[in-house]
């Protein structure tokens, strides 16, 4: 029988915040990893990350951000310049698109500023809800929770969530989080997804959640052949942290791509 089957609502919200309190000292070094310095710089890298990589977006942007400062320069931008410069990321043709309306549509409708209400922001060209929530909790501190692929698959498979929808897994996870710890909790989540909790194998036996977890045993259990698949720069540090020796991951795994 699944672990957790006959869990009550009241007992899935305590494990779901202990898992969330684990996570917090598993992933200290969680973080929005869009480079960014202004709300409307955070809003375009955003957009742009759609269908690429954050690691992809952050070797674009300093190009784009010198050349485009603010609303107007976006709104009045040069369709073959920025096509240009944003054609590594792909669909940079629907992605300038964006841009230039996002720019135009601020100066209509804000006077050149982002707004800082979520049912104002996906409003705007280029922005859903999952974009709106990130420039909330990162760019203004409004809590936020960003329900992207890795967001969606470890809410399920933590049990805290049966659900696909987006938008459904949001509300979900706002009532068994406490709302100070949402944006926080987004990066974590994700950090453990690109490092530990793989989409095809996760690294089960050197999970620091093992003991909380429904869906343990979807990958290795044992501690030497899921240390190999901890993945990025703290790959040891979360052996150690999982109780697994850290000379069980190989160097390899330091350097390893986490997945996008």
């Not at 954050?54 to 931008?77: G, I, M």
């Not at 964006?98 to 922001?121: C, F, H, M, V």
């Not at 989409?199 to 869906?215: I, Q, V, Y």
């Not at 540090?237 to 020796?245: F, S």
Request: a positive charge.
């Amino acid at each position: 029988m699944k672990r957790f089957a006959g869990e009550t609502p009241i007992g899935r919200k305590r494990r779901a915040r202990k898992m969330a309190r684990v996570l917090a000292d598993t992933h200290p070094d969680a973080h929005c990893e869009l480079d960014f310095t202004t709300p409307l710089e955070l809003a375009v890298a955003t957009i742009l990350s759609a269908q690429t990589t954050d690691v992809r977006v952050n070797q674009v942007t300093p190009v784009l951000f010198r050349k485009y400062r603010s609303a107007e320069d976006y709104a009045s931008a040069d369709r073959a310049e920025m096509e240009a410069i944003l054609r590594p990321t792909g669909f940079f043709r629907a992605k300038t698109n964006s841009l230039i309306n996002l720019g135009q549509t601020l100066i209509a409708s804000y006077g050149g500023e982002l707004p800082r209400k979520l049912d104002a922001l996906v409003k705007l060209p280029g922005i859903g809800r999952k974009t709106a929530n990130v420039i909330l909790g990162n760019a203004f501190d409004v809590p936020g929770i960003t329900v992207d692929t890795h967001f969606r698959r470890l809410t399920n498979r933590f049990g805290w969530v049966s659900e696909d929808d987006p938008v459904k897994i949001e509300f979900l996870v706002a009532d068994l989080i406490e709302k100070r710890d949402w944006t926080m909790l987004s990066h974590r989540v994700i950090f453990h997804g690109r490092r530990v909790c793989h989409a095809r194998k996760p690294a089960c036996g050197a999970c620091t959640l093992a003991a909380s977890c429904p869906s343990f045993g979807t990958g290795p259990t044992e501690a030497a052949p899921a240390a190999k698949l901890l993945k990025g720069p703290r790959a040891r540090e979360l052996a150690v942290a999982a109780g697994v020796d850290p000379e069980l991951v190989p160097a390899s795994a330091v350097l390893a791509p986490e997945e996008p």
